[in-house]
């Protein structure tokens, strides 16, 4: 399987390309080029090789999630710059 002049020209204009002849013949080479590529690949016996989908054998590296329940709200409220009671003072911004 080759790409031809014409194949490279009517992927350029639906893409909505401009490219003069010489850049359409280099692209024409470089398609084929790959094209040539991926058919020695293709001729690889891969019959005994397991799929992966990462090359180490990873598993979840994440910790599990643990809730907690945080009974001491006025450590956290320590930190407000303005606080009245239990809750936050903010300044207000609806007029």
């Known amino acids: 399987m080759s790409v031809t002049l014409k194949e490279v020209q009517g ?20 398609l084929n080029d790959i094209l040539r590529y991926v058919e020695q690949l293709n001729k690889l016996d891969t019959d005994a090789v397991e799929p992966t989908s990462h090359v180490l054998p990873l598993v979840n590296a994440f910790r599990e999630d643990q ?18 009671g239990s809750q936050y003072r903010v300044p207000r911004i609806i007029e």
């Open 11 to 30: 992927v350029a204009s639906l893409a909505r390309l401009e490219f003069t002849i010489e850049e359409q013949e280099v692209l024409t080479g470089e």
């Open 67 to 84: 809730s907690e329940i945080f009974s001491v709200s006025n450590e956290f409220l320590s930190n407000a710059p303005d606080r009245d």
